[in-house]
């Protein structure tokens, strides 16, 4: 209506402006007169438009047209031009979108599946257009919920690794053969074999329908079961077995503890499952709940672990020492009590003094640490690990130990009990023997690496006499040259199985993508062997489930739902064994608790690498091991005291006693050191590291693979040599070495370098004992203030009068509690995949070039050989007065009006001005274009691209990156920048996947919010408060259980 | 000597007018020497070698440097810092000692000049070549209209105020430097043989003809030449230093450094005059014109600047004591005692006690002594740089940061590439401009039977 009015008035207006010109003039139309319109006049009867330059240049006349020269002169920029643009060969893309669009998917809007892990961990996957870009934790999962390892977040890069077999090879000469040969060769094979002609050797199988499959396969067939020994496992099972004679591994409620003593079981970092340990043991270190109840962990370890650093006491030993040590506090503790008089009398026998001067360790933290058990009585918690020489009788010890306090049945829990996997095979000794005896026809071997892993069992020479080796294996490794088919395993994102990681817990590993290549899970194979045809998967495992798990009701939805959870839990249903510790006395007694002179080697599985399985994963190369933040190699880590003793130039190792602050190193080359073990010699770089009691010689498991593929091939030395024992009884710990200096250099590739706090405490790193943190004001303003407080709020103010910035709807903060961090590096791996964060290989490392956006800081205080020591998590501190923004030339680095420092990478034209005025020293630097090879070495082939997560920018040479903050996963939650999130709704990668749930993001202009409560929490400190540059990550202090009574 | 009132003629020798023109144009209108072309040759392959690394660090990137986290500035700024630093003295030179007149200048002011040019043009390669992306960086930090939005570049940023005044300076310089240059054009034109020189020349020469209009019109404009250049002395290397002053790290964060760079900067520039005149002297034959007793005012001022270098060296020492900041404090004592302590008793050994010599008149106006101490001088002035750039950021804030600073083979190649650069330009100038301001010379000749007063 109104429209039609308007017009109506403007022909009124323009008929009233025509008729009222002077001279009049006849007209045509109502709109010829007008002023408009005499430009139309002017050019009316031109067919063509002249060119704006002409026009420019052109006399008034309007009537000449594009001369001859003219012409060729444009004609000639413009081919000149386009020669120019065309300078770059593109290659051809071609974009295929979808015929039919599958219902419900959006471009660019993420599909989560939940699913299980390899270790059975619930996970979650990200999937983008089809492709799985990401795992999480499932939250939903009763066992990790939400957290996850940085072992599993990185093996998405393993779906894609371009060293993964596309099809079936020959092992011995790595030919491509095709599935049919394959399945026509196994099958006469096995049906030749005869009874227990046919073996299956696995890893650990916690995947009831995989091993329900392996069952009937065997049942058919007659075949066998057998599991290779782990690393990672002690006999702990061997020794429940033996004292209450089921094969059972309690779950340990760490959380229940209020006081835990370790002896050399690192369970915070590689002890039979990390995650679910770090997630219990952590739930009891969140000081701001409430500020008590913190749990106290005691630590004799004879490496330096994440459970070390987390302890509020900790002594090193030697591995010799262990056994005695633990049996000193089994003695202490039954002066104490003795309520279960059985195992009283296991440990009443043994003085701790006596042991003390016999073995040569201090005694105090003993007697302390039984003191404490003693008054926890049924809420305290003793383990063992470390494989050391007297593994198995350490294992008992402990056990008994245990029964004496009355935590079996508390802390130790039989009911629902953790399934590890391992415990229903034979064993590996048992296998070698027999295919001696050339008792083994065919050998299926999945999971495990027997040629890398326990080249002292023999297995390799035994092969031999097999008469058909089948591998599944998703690379080739070392034990492929002796198998005569290499198969393609299917990563367990596109295959079909499940997972029981603790009794009655069970979750569905649901594929996210078809299989990239011809490639099939162990259960799949085994179940089309068995058939004689190939199935669904699926439809295997949803009537293992149907049958075993589902009890009652329309299974179709019941399916449809566990599916979608991800994790499911059936009632309990064992019992606790009684327990009789008559055996374990004279098992003991057997074993001689004898001092050792000498060095003694302590083998380990380091966090990132574990038993060298992923070594073929840039990601877990990169990643520093905690401690001494080593990348791309192992090393012997030596006490400084051994270092003085063998007359290694200490120039690189100045800081090693912490003595010194100003003692800084300008030449970090390591000596290389000569260790013999066992008659067999390795070269060694050492590296004198904290925590080392003298005369241990400390060397991680896992490195030295010989065929590994490109990138994994040839990092670090193997020490798996040193390995000896057997089955579940490895000895890993405790063997004599030999050391000498070779005169060799070599250099190791260390992200840190410093770890002293150089006395900086106040301002970077907030440590208490329990009594010093009482006197903590709480709140903002009470603290510092409080005339006992260690440490006292910086006065800061500015020189200027400055208006503040009132940022409208969110802004966005984080908290980091230090009390849980126990520096497992889940956040860092979680950091690298969303980010697109490129690994940079050893070389660029050395130089100080590493580029995670998230990175473990540590600093160690008090003495070398037992120093206090504290992770600090560093990421960008999205500053208020970030004073990277003010540096930057080009306005690279802008602050958002939700409180993010923005990085665009576009605009950056690599100044490094901002990265020289971080005090935090987060920028990273593209020095190279390192997003095109896989750490500098391996060119991003295909499918590697499609890993990269596309909602970030993949950062090209010359340009500063950093942290965001996830600031995609923001935009993503966000419609508009004045969206209300509600809290917790936008976790950022690292917060999400953290297992101790030591990171909380959120939005600190939102009260309620969990990081706002935290910013303001008793004792919560900012790093560098003093430069008023107005970070916005509150640290949470680290708080030392030493002095409250349990 | 004898009377001590009287100063010394500037211009030994008896020199006609004629004999200061064939002098100094000799150079200009001979053969070189089979010294210049061996000297020339050396130059350019230097100079050629640097820009190949330079070209190949563009293809490869900066990470061929020894740059890493956390020194995020290393060879190349240091290089820039301690060009700039030489050209200071020629500015000085020709504005300042002119705004003073200092009659004595005129010997070496047109050489000092060029040196200036010549030193800002090496230093201006290098902030743009120490960027990661210096395609984008040669114009991006130029506040041109863009198509990217209403992008703009950040006034708040020292280095951008870098840009402003190096570029600034290099222009102010050049004009300076030509507008000195157009009388003695003319008389190379005059003097010329030949069709094409005259051509050249005369193109130079702006149509100079010496009548007393031009010489009042040029005295005026030098004159404001002079003026506008002289606050340059000053502001050129007050904005370099704040590219460091304005940052927040320890051993940066000081106010006490516009001054302390000035100072460091004339005392390497008059260094590097040093060692640039006292072979060009001999090699060009002009020893009448720069005479011993230019030098020994060149080494006075050399120990008056190194003097307040020194001072500032304590000050820095003291302020970060006072202050009570323990990250100053952390820093400082590391520079001395930590691992980078050769690099600072490498500074305080060229520049604190190098100077002390020239306390001695007979040291002073010892010229192969003078020499040796010049080019002592600017090692230690690179190294103040060094000590500057690189011991802050090694050690700030987060010991979890520090790591240990090492320059590559690459570094090395384009530091002396930038000499290769240096030398050639300035074999170039001896070879075809008056190395000597012939008219300003001229000024001051001593007249017979009145000895010269200023």
């Keep these: 209506m109104s429209v039609r009015k308007e017009e109506i008035e403007l022909l009124r207006q323009q008929e009233e402006k025509v008729l009222t010109s002077e001279p009049r003039k006849i007209w045509q139309s109502i709109g010829e007169n007008s002023h408009e319109m005499s430009e139309l006049a002017a050019v009316r009867g031109q067919e063509f438009a002249k060119l704006p330059m002409e026009a420019l240049n052109a006399p008034a006349t309007g009537s000449e047209s594009l001369s001859r020269r003219r012409f060729l002169q444009f004609s000639a920029a413009a081919s000149a031009l386009v020669a120019t643009t065309a300078c770059k060969r593109r290659p051809v893309d071609h974009l295929v979108p979808y015929v039919n669009k599958p219902q419900g998917l959006t471009y660019g809007v993420p599909f989560w599946y939940a699913s299980s892990g390899p270790s059975g961990l619930g996970v979650l996957v990200k999937t983008r257009e089809g492709r799985p870009i990401k795992l999480e934790g499932n939250p939903d999962h009763p066992v990790n919920a ?111 503890a209020d006081v835990v003593v370790s002896f050399d079981a690192d369970f915070l970092g590689t002890w039979i499952r990390p995650v679910e340990f770090t997630k219990a043991f952590t739930s009891r270190r969140k000081m701001h709940q409430g500020g008590t109840g913190q749990n106290k962990l005691y630590c004799f370890e004879s490496i330096h672990s994440l459970t070390g650093i987390a302890a509020d006491f900790r002594q090193a030993i030697k591995p010799s020492q262990q056994l005695g040590i633990l049996m000193a506090l089994g003695a202490e503790v039954s002066k104490l009590t003795n309520s279960d008089a059985g195992a009283a009398a296991v440990f009443s026998r043994y003085s701790a003094d006596k042991l003390s001067v016999e073995l040569g360790f201090s005694v105090e933290l003993v007697k302390k640490a039984a003191r404490d058990l003693a008054n926890a ?41 953790m399934v590890l996997g391992t415990e229903l095979g034979s064993s590996f000794s048992e296998l070698v023997k027999d295919m001696n005896a050339g008792a083994v026809k065919v050998l299926v071997i999945q999971g495990t690496n027997p040629v890398y892993s326990n080249p002292n069992s023999g297995f390799e020479a035994a092969a031999s006499k097999v008469g058909l080796i089948v591998q599944l294996s998703p690379e080739i490794n070392e034990t492929s040259k002796i198998a005569n088919f290499v198969l393609p395993e299917s990563h367990f994102l596109e295959a079909w199985g499940d997972s029981e990681i603790r009794a009655g817990v069970y979750s569905i590993q649901q594929p996210v993508i078809e299989p990239l290549y011809l490639s099939k899970s162990l259960g799949e194979l085994l179940d089309e062997w068995t058939t004689g045809t190939p199935r669904n998967y699926r439809d295997v495992v949803s009537a293992y489930w149907q049958k075993n798990i589902h009890r009652g009701g329309d299974f179709k939805n019941w399916w449809m739902e566990q599916l979608k959870a991800g994790a499911m839990t059936t ?246 509690d230090l009390n849980s961090c126990t520096g497992c590096n889940a956040c860092v791996v979680g950091c690298y995949i969303e980010n697109n964060v490129s690994t940079v290989g050893r070389d660029e490392v050395i130089m100080g070039r590493h580029s995670a956006w998230l990175r473990l800081d540590l600093y160690h205080t008090g003495t070398s050989e037992n120093p206090e020591s504290c992770f600090e998590p560093m990421m960008c501190q999205h500053c208020d007065k970030a004073p990277c923004e003010t540096v930057c030339p080009v306005l690279a680095t802008v602050h958002s009006s939700d409180g993010l420092n923005d990085m665009s990478y576009n605009r950056c034209v690599g100044t490094r001005y901002c990265a020289n005025n971080c005090p935090y020293k987060v920028r990273r630097f593209n020095w190279f274009q390192y997003s095109d090879k896989l750490a500098m070495k391996v060119e991003k082939q295909d499918p590697l691209p499609m890993l990269i997560n596309p909602d970030v920018s993949v950062r090209t040479r010359g ?60 004792g919560g400190f900012k790093v560098l408060e003093v430069l008023n540059v107005r970070p916005n990550v509150t640290y949470l202090p680290r708080i030392r259980n030493k002095d409250s009574a349990v | 000597m004898k009377n001590t009132l009287a100063e010394d003629p500037l211009v030994l020798g008896n020199k006609t007018y004629a004999d200061i023109t064939n002098d100094v144009c000799r150079p200009l209108e001979s053969f070189p020497t089979k010294m210049w072309y061996a000297a020339f040759a050396i130059s350019l392959s230097i100079m050629t070698m640097g820009f190949g690394l330079i070209g190949y660090m563009m293809y490869k990137g900066a990470g061929l440097s020894g740059i890493r986290s956390p020194v995020g500035w290393g060879m190349m700024i240091i290089t820039f810092v301690f060009w700039i630093g030489i050209g200071h003295a020629g500015t000085l030179i020709s504005a300042i000692l002119f705004l003073f007149k200092q009659k004595w200048r005129t010997a070496i002011n047109r050489s000092a000049e060029a040196m200036t040019i010549f030193a800002v043009m090496c230093a201006g390669i290098f902030p743009l070549i120490h960027t990661g992306r210096p395609w984008y960086s040669a114009y991006w930090l130029f506040p041109l209209p863009n198509v990217m939005g209403p992008l703009w570049v950040n006034f708040r940023s020292p280095l951008l105020w870098d840009v402003f005044a190096v570029s600034t300076y290099f222009t102010i310089s050049l004009v300076f430097w030509y507008t000195g240059l157009v009388p003695d054009f003319a008389s190379v034109r005059d003097r010329a043989k030949n069709w094409l020189r005259k051509k050249i020349y005369g193109f130079l020469a702006l149509g100079w003809r010496g009548s007393n209009r031009g010489w009042s019109s040029y005295e005026v404009a030098y004159m404001i030449l002079a003026g506008l250049s002289t606050p340059l002395v000053l502001s050129v290397h007050t904005i370099v230093s704040f590219d460091f002053a304005v940052s927040i790290i320890p051993g940066w964060h000081t106010t006490i450094f516009p001054p302390y760079f000035v100072a460091g900067a004339i005392f390497s520039g008059f260094a590097m005059v040093v060692t640039l005149l006292v072979v060009a002297r001999v090699v060009f034959n002009l020893q009448e014109y720069i005479t011993l007793n230019h030098l020994e005012a060149m080494n006075k001022i050399i120990l008056a600047t190194g003097m307040l270098v020194g001072l500032a060296y304590a000050t820095e020492f003291f302020i970060a004591w006072y202050s009570g900041v323990p990250y100053e404090r952390f820093i400082f004592i590391n520079r001395a005692m930590g691992p980078y302590a050769w690099s600072y008793w490498i500074m305080i050994g060229c520049n604190v006690l190098t100077p002390q010599f020239f306390w001695f008149k007979s040291l002073r106006r010892n010229i192969p002594l003078m020499f040796v101490l010049s080019l002592f001088v600017n090692l230690g002035m690179w190294f103040e740089r060094f000590v500057i750039v690189v011991t802050s950021l090694a050690t700030d804030f987060l010991p979890s940061s520090w790591n240990y600073f090492r320059l590559t083979p690459w570094d090395y190649g384009t530091l002396i590439g930038s000499f290769g650069l240096f030398f050639t330009l300035f074999l170039l100038f001896c070879r075809f401009v008056p190395t000597i301001a012939i008219a300003e010379v001229k000024a001051i000749m001593p007249t017979k039977g009145s000895q010269h007063h200023g």
């Design chain 1, 377 to 417: 009585k049924g809420k305290s918690l003793v383990v063992a690990g470390g494989s050391g020489p007297h593994s198995f009788e350490v294992q008992m010890a402990a056990l008994a130990l245990n029964g004496l306090l009355g935590n079996i049945g508390s802390t130790l829990d039989f009911e629902r009990p």
């Design chain 1, 146 to 256: 939400g957290g996850l390892d940085a072992q599993t977040q990185a093996s998405i890069f393993d779906l894609y690794n371009p060293d993964r077999l596309r099809g079936p090879v020959v092992g011995k000469t790595q030919k491509a053969s095709d599935w049919n040969a394959v399945t026509a060769a196994v099958t006469a094979a096995i049906a030749s074999a005869g009874a227990g002609g046919v073996r299956v050797l696995t890893g650990a199988l916690p995947h009831p329908t995989t091993k329900s499959s392996l069952d009937s396969f065997n049942q058919k067939f007659n075949g066998k079961h057998h599991v290779a020994p782990s690393v990672s496992t002690d006999p702990f099972v061997e020794a429940v077995f033996e004292l209450g004679g089921v094969r059972s591994m309690p779950t340990l409620k760490f959380g229940a």
């Design chain 1, 959 to 1018: 340009v500063m990156e950093k942290c965001t903050f996830c600031v995609q996963r923001i935009r993503t939650e966000q419609k508009d920048r004045m969206t209300k999130i509600a809290d917790g709704q936008v976790k950022t990668a690292c917060q999400q996947s953290c297992p101790a749930d030591a990171i909380v993001f959120g939005d600190l202009n939102d009260p309620q919010s969990r990081v706002s409560k935290l910013a303001h929490q008793k």
């Design chain 1, 571 to 816: 009632a309990a249903n064992r019992r606790s064994p009684g327990f009789k510790w008559g055996a374990v006395a004279s098992a003991i007694e057997r074993a001689k608790i004898e001092r050792s002179t000498g060095p003694e080697v302590a083998l380990y599985a380091s966090v990132a690498l574990g038993d060298g399985a992923l070594a073929n994963n840039p990601y877990l190369q990169e990643l520093p091991d905690p401690v001494t933040k080593v990348t791309w190699g192992n090393f012997a880590g030596v006490s400084s005291g051994t270092a003085k003793s063998l007359g290694l130039n200490l120039n690189h190792y100045k800081d090693a006693d912490l003595k010194d602050p100003k003692a800084l190193a300008s030449d970090f080359s390591s000596d290389v050191l000569e260790v013999t073990v066992n008659g067999k010699s390795l070269e060694l770089p050492v590296f004198v590291q904290t925590g080392l009691a003298d005369g241990v010689v400390a060397v991680a498991l896992g490195y030295g693979r010989s065929a590994a593929g490109q990138i994994g091939t040839g990092v670090g030395v193997d020490a798996s040599g040193w390995i000896s024992g057997e089955d579940g009884r490895l000895k890993l710990r405790g063997a004599q070495a030999s050391l000498r200096k070779t005169g060799k250099k070599y250099e190791l590739a260390c992200t840190q370098k410093h770890f002293n706090l150089q006395g900086r405490d106040v301002d970077i790193l907030h440590q208490y004992t329990s009594s010093e943190f009482a006197h903590v004001g709480s709140g903002e303003a009470a603290h510092g203030s409080s005339a006992n407080d260690k440490f006292k709020k910086p006065h800061v103010f500015s020189i200027y009068d400055e208006k503040e910035f009132v940022y409208p709807g969110s802004k966005w903060g984080m908290a980091v």
